[in-house]
């Protein structure tokens, strides 16, 4: 038989302090299953959410790593650079050490 602390957070969820179980097992009346039901929903909007998170994640780790392949690419000195902050100081020295030149 399951004891009501094994049922913590249903009983938290329908704001009852225990469920009234029967031989025959428990009843929940429609308020009760409603707000389970609002419950599961929300859950699987959070999901949902979550999903799109790691989607948006992922891809932005996807371009920082195409940048910097794109950034290491233009000389070994900013190959070599360990940080975003020293490849720029990279970039700065490399550009410095070109001559301008008009279009």
């Known amino acids: 038989?399951?004891?009501n602390k094994q049922?913590?957070?249903?009983?938290?969820?329908?704001?009852?302090?225990s469920?009234?179980?029967?031989d025959e097992g428990v009843y929940l009346?429609?308020?009760?299953?409603?707000?389970i039901n609002e419950a599961l929903e929300a859950n699987q909007?959070?999901?949902t959410?979550?999903?799109a998170a790691i989607v948006n994640r992922d891809a932005a780790v996807t371009d920082r790593t195409n940048i910097v392949a794109s950034l290491d690419a233009i000389d070994a000195t900013?190959?070599?650079?360990?940080?975003?902050e020293t490849k720029i100081q990279a970039i700065r020295v490399f550009m410095?050490?070109?001559p301008a030149v008009a279009p």
């Open 78 to 84: 900013i190959a070599t650079a360990t940080t975003i």
């Open 49 to 51: 959410e979550r999903d």
């Open 7 to 17: 049922l913590a957070f249903l009983n938290k969820l329908l704001g009852v302090p």
């Open 19 to 22: 469920l009234e179980a029967s």
């Open 29 to 35: 009346n429609e308020i009760q299953l409603a707000a």
């Open 96 to 98: 410095a050490a070109k």
């Open 45 to 47: 909007q959070i999901v």
């Open 1 to 3: 038989m399951i004891t």
